[in-house]
């Protein structure tokens, strides 16, 4: 088993992982994943989160078939999160959208560091 202790997990065990498409660069999603679950994840070849609210592990796309194909998983210089890069199957989000970053809360800024 690959040693996972290098990882700044949360007090419950579990880490951030930022989900992209590793062709387009897009931000797809945010789930959590524990030891086990990205152990799974790197023996599958496919992303497996954990279910906060759920409490089980969550292999992505195993119902609706959107599947993540997982082609590198990086760690952050805090290593407290990850940012897992994948070849999506279908749409991330379960509202069908591409991503689940699809709702704007601000508009673009016409200077930088301005926000309307």
């Known amino acids: 088993m690959i040693d996972f202790s290098g990882i700044n997990w949360n007090a419950q065990g579990l880490v951030p992982a930022i989900v992209q498409d590793s062709r387009t660069k897009q931000v797809l999603m945010l789930a959590w994943m524990n030891a086990e679950s990205l152990g799974q994840t ?12 759920r409490q089980e592990l969550w292999h992505k796309g195993a119902t609706s078939g959107n599947t993540q194909r997982v082609c590198g998983i990086d760690l952050d210089c805090d290593a407290d999160c990850l940012l897992v890069q994948v070849r999506p199957a279908g749409p991330a ?17 016409s200077e930088p560091g301005e926000m309307e």
């Open 93 to 109: 989000c379960h509202t069908g959208e591409v991503s689940c970053f699809f709702r704007t809360l601000t508009t673009p800024a």
């Open 42 to 53: 790197l023996a599958k070849g496919e992303t497996v989160f954990w279910s906060r609210s």
